[in-house]
């Protein structure tokens, strides 16, 4: 019996750790933040009707700002859920688009989740949710290297493992040399989801808080992160000049 429980034991937590190597690293570390939210409030309260008040207050306001409640922040606790990559956004509702010769791309800052649409070829007007991971590969021949790096970082949200289950990574053996452009004022502002005239403090604000959804652990792309970066350079020269 020992060993057939020992042989359980180990195929569960193979299992586990196949599920976790599997899944979007964003929805993973909001399903443990929300957890650790739920588990800390319900450690409060059990704490708080023993009359253990000195432990449940910290412990209730700590879950609560992994849970992100808005009202901690006005009583000066909003950064307790930013340091486990919690909290809400500096301004709920903001998105940024990075649009290129086939695709629309959109990254919502309350969700961090990514979205494109296909706006040239074929396929021009659809959505890239409508597609699977091999309808998706299939365009790639057909994209110009920026679309190609755009499409790469929308399937390294979506399918974290695609990678390795492509055969000889497709996208990147097709990807071609990108014919650098300067980035545009408007472009910019698109990409770190501002308005026209924004200040240095929001384009900083705006900048490090996108810079935190496109961290590895989160999911994140390097092409996007680039892009980011070049649109606060951007911005910070004009307001230089």
Request: glycine share 14%.
């Amino acid at each position: 019996m020992t060993l057939i429980a020992g042989a359980v034991a180990v195929i569960t937590l193979y299992l586990l750790l196949q599920m976790f190597r599997a899944a979007n690293p964003a929805v993973l570390a909001r399903t443990i933040r929300f957890g650790g939210g739920v588990v800390a409030l319900a450690v409060a309260a059990f704490t708080g009707l023993r009359g253990e008040l000195a432990v449940a207050i910290p412990l209730g306001i700590f879950g609560a700002g992994l849970l992100g409640w808005t009202p901690l922040a006005n009583a000066g606790f909003g950064n307790i859920g930013g340091l486990f990559g919690g909290g809400a956004a500096p301004a709920s509702g903001q998105a940024s688009r990075v649009r290129s010769q086939f695709l629309d791309m959109r990254l919502d800052h309350d969700t961090g989740q990514l979205g494109g649409l296909i706006v040239a070829g074929p396929h021009a007007g659809r959505d890239l949710g409508e597609f699977d991971l091999a309808g998706l590969l299939a365009m790639v021949p057909t994209f110009d290297a920026e679309s190609v790096a755009l499409l790469e970082s929308y399937l390294d949200r979506r399918f974290p493992a695609w990678r390795q289950n492509a055969q000889g990574d497709a996208a990147g053996g097709q990807r071609r040399t990108a014919a650098s452009s300067k980035m545009t004022a408007e472009e910019a502002y698109q990409i770190l989801g501002l308005q026209p005239g924004a200040g240095r403090d929001d384009i900083s604000r705006a900048h490090k808080s996108l810079m935190k959804k496109l961290h590895p652990d989160q999911g994140g792309s390097n092409y996007l992160a680039a892009r980011v970066n070049e649109a606060k350079d951007t911005l910070l020269r004009t307001h230089n000049g």
